[in-house]
């Protein structure tokens, strides 16, 4: 049952986070990124909704799971290239996810919902699909935007951030607002939210 074994499926799934080869410096301290991108969803999920069910939870934490074994390098460079990789990859995590949850004895149910909310169905009509996306929208507006912004033409970052937005629910537009930016990419945001 996932209300009782919820927590043993989020430490295995850290464990796996944990080999991500890529490092990131968090507080000075070397962090595997997979490990810090779960706390990052894992976090954001609390503010967004502070109640989430443990299925909720075990998703969130493993939206990315073993992503980096799979490279963005690995399909052609294009948007068609992009789009099949995010297929296959909310596929595979959702598989893994779904494995380790029934290794932790949730039922066949619960799993597959596990496995719904990775791969994203029914987002805006499903209320914890749609958190789960916001969710996944303010942590790359924290964590991974400012980057994104130093690798792109504008145009092409303000097309993304109204795409962002309107993945969100208006939780998650509140939410967006409150994350501290550089001036740059308020700039941006704000272009992109008045356009």
Sequence with gaps: ?????????????????????????????????????????????????????????????????????????SYPMTKPGYLNWRTFLKKRQADLASAICLGCNFTTEEAEEVAKLIRKEDLKKNEETQILEDVACLVFLDDQFDEFEKHHDEEKIISILRKTWGKMSEKGHELALKIPMSETSQALVGKALSG
């Design 1 to 73: 049952m996932a209300e009782k074994n919820y927590e043993a499926a989020i430490s295995l799934i850290d464990e796996a986070h944990a080999q991500d080869p890529n490092i990131t410096i968090v507080d000075g301290q070397d962090v595997p990124y997979e490990l810090h991108y779960a706390q990052k969803m894992t976090h954001y999920l609390s503010l967004r909704a502070p109640d989430a069910s443990p299925i909720l939870k075990v998703a969130i934490r493993a939206q990315h799971f073993r992503r980096w074994e799979i490279p963005r390098s």
